[in-house]
């Protein structure tokens, strides 16, 4: 395994990237861009398990482009050479939007593919040709068939990542992953980045990784140290009030996301909620992508203290 780095010099990078990274603040790699970007730099295939929030996405993206850079550019009716899946369309537009920061000094285009949303604008911007597709799995394969595959085609790509590759998993996406990696040449590099590193998941990772390497920043399974949990077991008719009571006793200590199981329970929360007084918003996959967009925006920005999700 190649060794890790210590800054952003050593992993060989292009001055202009240099230049991005010294303008957003990075000051040096993280623990997992340390140890993960050589790797992926020497052409390996890599399994990476870290954190949310760890960095992982600059240490899938930086190698990425210097593959990219390093095959013959694209010629009318090829598809993209990076493909990144992801499972949710919120991480694949911020993979986006981190990818934008480079992709314009370095003369390279993305696009991002996911459910949700009209999918004509996201035909036309394939069409017109991108080294980079950042996607969700069912909204990909749907582009794939699209037009009787005149949309867009996988023989370009030679550099698979896998964001978030646990949740992919969980949220039922293996046989959509599975699907599109079969259709990807073999001789590709592959990235497989995950939080955590079931035994469920090694199976999936033989399949579609060779020899990796392994680059762990933390435990392979367990939760996150930074989340403390507490279970408190209630009847149906008290929920509503033990939620009143954290809330009043968290409200002003920060923001909260409540997750419910279902959409309407969302709604119906999201109305008990504001009969009590509280200011929140809810998220779910029955409201519009635009007013998805702007709920996130306005949590993260903390002009929303309070979502139901």
């Known amino acids: 395994c190649p060794k890790r780095i210590k800054s952003w010099a050593q992993c060989g990078v292009t001055k202009k990237e240099l230049e991005v990274l010294k303008k957003l603040g990075y000051e040096k790699p993280t623990p997992i861009q340390c140890q993960a970007i050589p790797a992926i730099m020497s052409g390996r295939d890599l399994i990476g398990i870290a954190k949310t ?33 992801t499972p949710t369309r919120e991480l694949c537009m911020q993979i986006g939007r981190d990818s934008k920061k480079f992709t314009k000094s370095l003369g390279l285009s993305h696009v991002c593919v996911y459910g949700g949303t009209g999918i ?12 980079i597709i950042v996607c969700t799995p069912g909204r990909m394969i ?34 959509q992953v599975m699907r599109i990696m079969e259709n990807v040449r073999p001789d590709r590099q592959t990235v497989l980045f995950s939080a955590t590193f079931p035994r469920q998941m090694e ?22 140290k930074d989340v403390e949990q507490h279970v408190v077991v209630l009847e149906e008719d008290q929920k509503f009030y033990k939620l009143l009571e954290i809330l009043g006793h968290y409200q002003d200590k920060g923001s909260a996301i409540i997750f419910v199981d279902k959409q309407e329970n969302a709604d119906t929360l999201l109305k008990d909620l504001m009969k009590a007084s509280y200011s929140c918003m809810s998220l779910h996959g029955g409201i519009d ?14 002009r929303t203290k309070l979502l139901v999700a």
Do not use: W
Request: hydrophobic residues 45%; glycine residues 8%.
């Open 53 to 85: 929030g760890s960095g992982k996405t600059l240490a899938f993206l930086l190698p990425m482009f210097r593959h990219i850079l390093d095959q013959p550019p694209l010629a009318d009716g090829d598809g993209p050479i990076a493909l990144i899946m």
């Open 203 to 224: 199976a999936l990772a033989r399949r579609i990784l060779t020899r990796p390497v392994e680059v762990q920043v933390g435990g392979r399974s367990i939760v996150c």
């Open 120 to 131: 004509s604008e996201q035909i036309a911007e394939l069409k017109r040709g991108a080294e």
């Open 289 to 302: 992508q635009c007013d998805r967009d702007s709920t996130i925006l306005d949590f993260k920005a903390g």
């Open 142 to 175: 749907d582009m794939l068939a699209a037009n009787s595959g005149r949309v867009t085609n996988l023989r370009r790509v030679t550099y698979v990542v896998l964001d978030e590759a646990d949740r992919m998993f969980d949220m039922g996406f293996e046989p």
